[in-house]
């Protein structure tokens, strides 16, 4: 079986179409790439969801059970009320272009026929109508959005900021979107995998090296570190001095320091103790509510011992 990172494979999977000539470069939005195509050769019908089949070239390639199963639940009770972008092949069936993901969700249902809008387009117009559609609607994950920034502009020799405005996105956010294809190959998986977010993801490129970027993965996997505790690490892995220390403190007494060592060990999380500018906290970190009422019990179940 194939060890290959699916999110490597991603790009792999839209490598193979060769490009037609450039569309216009006013083009600014889905409406205005579907409007380049001729009224005469779209039209809306209805036809037999067994004779509708994905796009292999789809950018998106995760769907989440639970969002089909509430669109499936919302389709049955109120029918399907978006059609289906698709376009009619060869041999009579029809290709998603846009919706793959109410397509699962009317066969979930029980739908035996959806309405469509059916498109004349070729292989290269289906691939980045699916692109900018799946990227306005923030259906990509950031590295399936990445490698979509990425395969507008090499298909199409856009730049950027040509980009940027065909997706109604900020130059800055494509720019960051893009920057996310430098990471290591096991971190780009991570993130495909929402295993770390894209907050994660930067702290991870601003380790000038590879064997730091590796540490530091592996230090946010272990520790389930928050974003900030990422960056304050990559910080110190990149010869910085830590934010959180760029103003000179005197070290904790002893008594403080055994005092978070104890909370650690009897209360099984990460325990802080703080001191600046005459107040002292303590800090208790906890995962989610079931965890914060464990922490209450041990707390108070403590204190009445």
Known sequence: MSTRPAAIAIEEELSGVVLSEP???????????????????????????????????????QFKKEEIE???????????????????MDDGTYQI?????????????????????IKDVDDNQALELALIE????????????????RRLMERRSMTQAEVAQAVSKGRSTVANALRLLDLPEEAQ?????????????????????????AKLTEKIIEGSLTVREAEN?????SGKRDASSSTARPSLPPVYKTVARTLRETLK???RVKSAKGKNKI?????????????IHEILGSEND
């Open 23 to 61: 569309i216009p470069r006013e083009v600014v939005s889905l409406t205005d790439v579907s409007d380049a195509v001729d009224d005469s050769d779209r039209s809306t019908d209805e036809v037999p969801i067994e004779k509708i089949a994905p796009n292999p070239d789809q950018p998106r390639t």
């Open 97 to 117: 272009i846009a919706g793959e993901r109410r397509w699962q969700a009317s066969k979930a249902a029980g739908l035996e026929k959806v309405p469509v809008r």
């Open 283 to 295: 800090e208790i970190e906890f995962k989610d509510e079931e965890d914060l009422q464990r922490l």
């Open 189 to 213: 998986q991570l993130l495909y995998e929402e295993k770390i977010t894209a907050g994660h993801a930067r702290a991870i490129l601003s380790v000038p090296t590879a064997e730091g970027k």
């Open 134 to 149: 799946n990227i306005q609607r923030s259906d990509l994950n950031p590295i399936e959005e990445a490698y979509g920034y």
């Open 70 to 88: 509430e669109l499936s639940n919302s389709i049955e009770k109120d029918g399907l009320l978006q059609p289906i972008l698709v376009r009619r």
């Open 269 to 271: 999380t990460n325990v």
């Open 233 to 237: 690490l990559a910080r110190l892995l």
